[in-house]
């Protein structure tokens, strides 16, 4: 007895000539959350609809809970798929259109309706069977939406960016909420988008996918801390990049600007001489450090603060090179007094300092 | 100019009254035919001898009400008979093309998508005499090669029906294809994820989805094969349909018995028309 | 979707072709044969000329022919003049609140059939009719005046019987004209004219074409209203191929009449498609 509900193995699939899905192999514990982030048109919605029966691979193999699903149409494949526009039935009501996976079953009316009224009071919309489509708002579309697939209580269910058509405050809010509801339903969540901060909040594990292809698979931590990849350097949170020379391996140290030496991690084998990519997060770097900290230190101008409450960042300069750089900016009052002009000392410690 | 912007007293007013007048201008001849109807007189005209209920339910020698009118009658049952078979099968034809022309691929899609439009402008007296000419060489093929005749190949209820099939349906196919362009096909593969089987999607989802459109669509191909007048005159038999009918009693003279179908007539298209506009605004926000 | 295969394909086309193959592309082909065919002194059926010869030498029948094409491109510019003021009044002018109502109003009338609406207005306009009352109960007149069958009463009924096909596009396209472009334009400092020539005609130009082309259409076929309201010399081109048909029974020549009206409105509305730009389908969607 496997411990995953779902395993995808080398799936390949091809439009003419152009590959939407390369090789592509993971696997899904039971009752996880697990997602798939990428940039649009990475061939993310492509994998989704091979594993929902939407379409078939050209290679590979899909197994739901061991069982090869290649050639199971989708109308009898235990997972099922919240739409990207949800695609709740408008000629139908709430009730209706949660009652219809049920109805195909032949399962008895009395039956059904007992559990549509349990998983509307389980997704927080009790009384609401009768309501027309057109009369709810986008949240609780999305919960109808989500209570007519688990109605059917699937093995796996697959989410295409539901989130994507609500506006930010209400996503912020169903972020939550669908984490709460997966935990609470313990049903295995496979789920896709584009925006890594939905990735990040709500998944046990993601796939960060680019060109048809898996970069990295791990925690959502981990994706932050330790990318394996430039992309996901790049694509998982802010970063600042640089074009880097190893001067030397043992420690390991890059150049940048042909002068400006910085302690740095390398995460893939380089070797002295090697160009490489220096990566520094925004949110790594300190102003005005303490004398005897060891950490990379050098001074930069500022150019630029760009107020974003939170996300304040400062835009400067590198000593005086040219070369910008992104800094978090604390707003706890100490950094205030910080104009444009200004020339400040910074530093960063070693290990936050990645190369590839 | 617009609701948005000024505009001067003279012009306002007089926008006001010519729109006037055009609703006047067009109201006016129906409502004469109506009221002339209830006038107790012998001729459909002014002036007005008094209200009666004559012209619908008399008995007698000289004036007949419909209700008594054999003639008018029977082209009425005609005219019904043909106008549910016209509508039936236009629809049926008109919904496959569109779901042929909006689904599925083929080579020489678009010539043939060209030719299914043109029975809507090609005048129907055309139609009518090159479907009359057609069946008639094809009948007397038949009948000289193998010496059978067919029945429906000569003007008849059934001519009726295909010659008016053959442009209504172009009309249903617009319609109907209008509705499904604005088809999301994420919900088709909703419900076969939510288990449904291919025809059970098209039976619960695509067919109610449409509802509207074929309503619609269904009760003008009703009204437009009811009133046909170019195609049909030249394909009927020995039963004529009501336009035609009244069309010779017209141009051979008129009494008020014609008010009173026209009566009836308004006052039941009128309804239909109501009950399909109220219809459509309703399922307009789906 | 992936599982349509050939099978729904042939569901689906095979009743098309049987419909515009047997209702449409044989039967016209069929008119041209036998427009094409004359009857010999021995009853059988020949190749000839000579039912086009007849209708250029016969000077009632082409001069039927031109006269046709002209009043029907005069009732498809009339039935826009009069019709246009109206839809955007509908759209543009009055309270949002009552428009619905009546642009319902306004299309009532033309689901009753042709014939009734033509017969309204003979019972109106004849020497017997409600006109005439009122003109004489007035005192504005002594004798009766016939005001039907003539050339005017003719054209005055094909443009009402039409009126609704060039309403209804003129509506739909003046309503997906954004108000803002006239307001922009208005702000700009162009004056009413300018606006109407600029701005409103250009956008609703499809909904012009396809309008006049069905206005178009309709009238050229048309047979009730000259018929009915038209005076006894003002002969239709359509009433010369039912007299072919019905009264001579000289089928052939009917079929000539019948082609030539036929390339006559493919011609016109091929014409008014390259002047306007558009084509065929998106003028009937």
């Given at each position: 007895?496997?411990?995953?509900?779902?395993?995808?193995?080398?799936?390949?699939?091809?439009?003419?000539?152009?590959?939407?899905?390369?090789?592509?192999?993971?696997?899904?514990?039971?009752?996880?959350?697990?997602?798939?982030?990428?940039?649009?048109?990475?061939?993310?919605?492509?994998?989704?609809?091979?594993?929902?029966?939407?379409?078939?691979?050209?290679?590979?193999?899909?197994?739901?809970?061991?069982?090869?699903?290649?050639?199971?149409?989708?109308?009898?494949?235990?997972?099922?798929?919240?739409?990207?526009?949800?695609?709740?039935?408008?000629?139908?009501?709430?009730?209706?259109?949660?009652?219809?996976?049920?109805?195909?079953?032949?399962?008895?009316?009395?039956?059904?309706?007992?559990?549509?009224?349990?998983?509307?009071?389980?997704?927080?919309?009790?009384?609401?069977?009768?309501?027309?489509?057109?009369?709810?708002?986008?949240?609780?579309?999305?919960?109808?939406?989500?209570?007519?697939?688990?109605?059917?209580?699937?093995?796996?269910?697959?989410?295409?960016?539901?989130?994507?058509?609500?506006?930010?405050?209400?996503?912020?809010?169903?972020?939550?909420?669908?984490?709460?509801?997966?935990?609470?339903?313990?049903?295995?969540?496979?789920?896709?988008?584009?925006?890594?901060?939905?990735?990040?909040?709500?998944?046990?594990?993601?796939?960060?996918?680019?060109?048809?292809?898996?970069?990295?698979?791990?925690?959502?931590?981990?994706?932050?801390?330790?990318?394996?990849?430039?992309?996901?350097?790049?694509?998982?949170?802010?970063?600042?990049?640089?074009?880097?020379?190893?001067?030397?391996?043992?420690?390991?140290?890059?150049?940048?600007?042909?002068?400006?030496?910085?302690?740095?991690?390398?995460?893939?084998?380089?070797?002295?001489?090697?160009?490489?990519?220096?990566?520094?997060?925004?949110?790594?770097?300190?102003?005005?450090?303490?004398?005897?900290?060891?950490?990379?230190?050098?001074?930069?101008?500022v150019k630029n603060v760009l107020f974003d409450g939170a996300n304040t960042k400062l835009l400067a300069t590198i000593g005086d090179t040219g070369q910008e750089i992104m800094a978090a900016l604390p707003q706890d009052k100490r950094f205030d007094h910080i104009q444009p002009g200004e020339r400040?000392?910074?530093?960063?410690?070693?290990?936050?300092?990645?190369?590839? | 100019?617009?609701?948005?912007?000024?505009?001067?007293?003279?012009?306002?007013?007089?926008?006001?009254?010519?729109?006037?007048?055009?609703?006047?201008?067009?109201?006016?001849?129906?409502?004469?035919?109506?009221?002339?109807?209830?006038?107790?007189?012998?001729?459909?005209?002014?002036?007005?001898?008094?209200?009666?209920?004559?012209?619908?339910?008399?008995?007698?020698?000289?004036?007949?009400?419909?209700?008594?009118?054999?003639?008018?009658?029977?082209?009425?049952?005609?005219?019904?008979?043909?106008?549910?078979?016209?509508?039936?099968?236009?629809?049926?034809?008109?919904?496959?093309?569109?779901?042929?022309?909006?689904?599925?691929?083929?080579?020489?899609?678009?010539?043939?998508?060209?030719?299914?439009?043109?029975?809507?402008?090609?005048?129907?007296?055309?139609?009518?005499?090159?479907?009359?000419?057609?069946?008639?060489?094809?009948?007397?093929?038949?009948?000289?090669?193998?010496?059978?005749?067919?029945?429906?190949?000569?003007?008849?209820?059934?001519?009726?029906?295909?010659?008016?099939?053959?442009?209504?349906?172009?009309?249903?196919?617009?319609?109907?294809?209008?509705?499904?362009?604005?088809?999301?096909?994420?919900?088709?593969?909703?419900?076969?994820?939510?288990?449904?089987t291919r025809p059970e999607v098209i039976r619960l989802i695509t067919i109610p989805y449409l509802k509207p459109a074929l309503i619609g669509a269904g009760s003008v191909a009703f009204l437009m094969s009811f009133e046909n007048f170019n195609t049909t005159l030249f394909l009927i038999g020995s039963?004529?349909?009501?336009?035609?009918?009244?069309?010779?009693?017209?141009?051979?003279?008129?009494?008020?018995?014609?008010?009173?179908?026209?009566?009836?007539?308004?006052?039941?298209?009128?309804?239909?028309?109501?009950?399909?506009?109220?219809?459509?605004?309703?399922?307009?926000?789906? | 979707?992936?599982?349509?295969?050939?099978?729904?394909?042939?569901?689906?086309?095979?009743?098309?072709?049987?419909?515009?193959?047997?209702?449409?592309?044989?039967?016209?082909?069929?008119?041209?044969?036998?427009?094409?065919?004359?009857?010999?002194?021995?009853?059988?059926?020949?190749?000839?000329?000579?039912?086009?010869?007849?209708?250029?030498?016969?000077?009632?029948?082409?001069?039927?022919?031109?006269?046709?094409?002209?009043?029907?491109?005069?009732?498809?510019?009339?039935?826009?003049?009069?019709?246009?003021?109206?839809?955007?009044?509908?759209?543009?002018?009055?309270?949002?609140?009552?428009?619905?109502?009546?642009?319902?109003?306004?299309?009532?009338?033309?689901?009753?059939?042709?014939?009734?609406?033509?017969?309204?207005?003979?019972?109106?306009?004849?020497?017997?009719?409600?006109?005439?009352?009122?003109?004489?109960?007035?005192?504005?007149?002594?004798?009766?005046?016939?005001?039907?069958?003539?050339?005017?009463?003719?054209?005055?009924?094909?443009?009402?019987?039409?009126?609704?096909?060039?309403?209804?596009?003129?509506?739909?396209?003046?309503?997906?004209?954004?108000?803002?472009?006239?307001?922009?334009?208005?702000?700009?400092?162009?004056?009413?004219?300018?606006?109407?020539?600029?701005?409103?005609?250009?956008?609703?130009?499809?909904?012009?074409?396809?309008?006049?082309?069905?206005?178009?259409?309709?009238?050229?076929?048309?047979?009730?209203?000259?018929?009915?309201?038209?005076?006894?010399?003002?002969?239709?081109?359509?009433?010369?191929?039912?007299?072919?048909?019905?009264?001579?029974?000289?089928?052939?020549?009917?079929?000539?009449?019948?082609?030539?009206?036929?390339?006559?409105?493919?011609?016109?509305?091929?014409?008014?498609?390259?002047?306007?730009?558009?084509?065929?389908?998106?003028?009937?969607?």
């Amino acid at each position: 007895m496997s411990e995953y509900d779902l395993e995808v193995e080398n799936l390949v699939r091809d439009f003419a000539a152009f590959r939407a899905v390369d090789h592509v192999n993971f696997k899904v514990e039971k009752g996880s959350f697990f997602s798939i982030l990428g940039p649009s048109g990475c061939g993310k919605t492509t994998l989704l609809r091979m594993i929902a029966g939407f379409l078939e691979p050209n290679a590979g193999d899909i197994r739901i809970r061991n069982e090869s699903v290649l050639g199971v149409p989708p109308n009898l494949r235990p997972v099922n798929l919240i739409f990207q526009h949800l695609s709740l039935f408008p000629m139908m009501d709430v009730k209706e259109n949660i009652s219809f996976g049920l109805k195909r079953r032949k399962i008895p009316q009395s039956t059904i309706d007992k559990q549509v009224d349990s998983i509307l009071e389980r997704v927080g919309l009790p009384e609401y069977g009768q309501k027309k489509i057109n009369q709810l708002s986008g949240g609780q579309k999305q919960r109808v939406a989500i209570a007519r697939a688990l109605v059917l209580e699937p093995s796996i269910l697959l989410l295409d960016e539901p989130l994507g058509a609500l506006d930010l405050k209400l996503r912020e809010q169903m972020k939550i909420e669908l984490k709460k509801l997966q935990q609470q339903v313990g049903t295995t969540f496979v789920y896709i988008t584009h925006d890594q901060s939905e990735a990040l909040v709500m998944s046990d594990q993601v796939a960060v996918m680019d060109k048809g292809a898996f970069e990295q698979i791990d925690t959502p931590k981990n994706l932050y801390a330790h990318p394996k990849t430039g992309f996901v350097a790049n694509f998982i949170g802010e970063n600042n990049s640089f074009d880097a020379t190893v001067s030397s391996s043992d420690p390991f140290r890059v150049k940048i600007n042909s002068d400006m030496e910085f302690n740095a991690r390398a995460m893939t084998g380089l070797s002295t001489g090697a160009e490489c990519q220096l990566y520094i997060r925004p949110e790594s770097i300190v102003i005005n450090p303490l004398q005897n900290e060891p950490m990379n230190k050098f001074s930069v101008t500022v150019k630029n603060v760009l107020f974003d409450g939170a996300n304040t960042k400062l835009l400067a300069t590198i000593g005086d090179t040219g070369q910008e750089i992104m800094a978090a900016l604390p707003q706890d009052k100490r950094f205030d007094h910080i104009q444009p002009g200004e020339r400040l000392n910074v530093g960063v410690y070693d290990d936050a300092c990645t190369c590839f | 100019m617009i609701r948005s912007l000024p505009s001067g007293k003279t012009y306002r007013y007089g926008y006001l009254l010519y729109v006037s007048f055009f609703y006047l201008f067009l109201f006016s001849p129906l409502l004469i035919t109506c009221v002339l109807a209830f006038n107790d007189s012998n001729f459909p005209g002014l002036p007005w001898e008094g209200f009666t209920l004559d012209w619908f339910f008399a008995d007698e020698q000289y004036r007949t009400g419909v209700f008594h009118d054999d003639r008018n009658l029977s082209a009425l049952w005609v005219s019904l008979q043909t106008a549910i078979a016209v509508s039936l099968l236009s629809l049926i034809l008109g919904t496959m093309a569109a779901f042929l022309f909006e689904q599925e691929r083929f080579p020489f899609k678009q010539p043939l998508f060209f030719l299914s439009l043109t029975p809507l402008v090609i005048p129907g007296v055309i139609l009518g005499i090159s479907i009359l000419l057609a069946s008639n060489t094809a009948g007397l093929y038949f009948e000289e090669h193998w010496g059978i005749d067919i029945e429906i190949l000569r003007p008849s209820f059934w001519l009726v029906v295909l010659g008016q099939m053959s442009f209504i349906s172009t009309f249903v196919m617009l319609v109907v294809s209008a509705r499904l362009k604005k088809f999301d096909p994420a919900l088709e593969e909703a419900a076969l994820n939510l288990g449904a089987t291919r025809p059970e999607v098209i039976r619960l989802i695509t067919i109610p989805y449409l509802k509207p459109a074929l309503i619609g669509a269904g009760s003008v191909a009703f009204l437009m094969s009811f009133e046909n007048f170019n195609t049909t005159l030249f394909l009927i038999g020995s039963d004529t349909t009501l336009p035609v009918s009244l069309y010779l009693q017209v141009r051979d003279g008129s009494t008020p018995l014609i008010n009173a179908i026209a009566f009836i007539l308004i006052v039941s298209t009128s309804l239909l028309a109501l009950i399909n506009l109220l219809a459509s605004q309703r399922h307009k926000d789906e | 979707m992936p599982y349509a295969g050939r099978l729904t394909l042939y569901f689906f086309l095979t009743p098309v072709l049987l419909w515009l193959f047997l209702l449409i592309v044989i039967p016209h082909i069929d008119l041209f044969v036998i427009s094409m065919q004359v009857e010999n002194d021995d009853g059988d059926m020949v190749w000839s000329l000579l039912n086009y010869q007849a209708f250029f030498e016969e000077k009632i029948y082409w001069m039927t022919f031109v006269r046709t094409a002209l009043y029907a491109i005069l009732t498809t510019l009339l039935t826009f003049i009069i019709t246009f003021p109206v839809a955007f009044y509908i759209t543009k002018v009055l309270s949002i609140k009552y428009s619905g109502f009546f642009t319902i109003l306004l299309l009532v009338p033309f689901w009753v059939s042709e014939l009734v609406r033509i017969y309204g207005w003979m019972i109106l306009l004849r020497e017997s009719g409600v006109f005439n009352h009122f003109l004489l109960q007035l005192g504005l007149i002594d004798v009766p005046i016939e005001m039907l069958y003539n050339d005017i009463s003719m054209v005055m009924g094909l443009v009402y019987t039409s009126m609704l096909f060039m309403v209804v596009p003129l509506i739909s396209s003046l309503e997906g004209l954004d108000d803002s472009l006239i307001e922009a334009a208005y702000d700009l400092g162009a004056s009413k004219p300018v606006i109407f020539a600029k701005i409103v005609i250009p956008y609703i130009l499809p909904g012009i074409t396809s309008g006049s082309i069905v206005v178009f259409m309709l009238t050229l076929g048309n047979y009730l209203t000259p018929n009915l309201m038209g005076g006894k010399n003002s002969l239709w081109f359509t009433e010369q191929i039912y007299n072919e048909f019905i009264a001579s029974f000289n089928w052939n020549q009917g079929a000539a009449f019948g082609f030539l009206l036929l390339v006559l409105s493919t011609f016109i509305i091929w014409l008014g498609l390259k002047l306007t730009r558009q084509n065929l389908s998106r003028a009937l969607s």
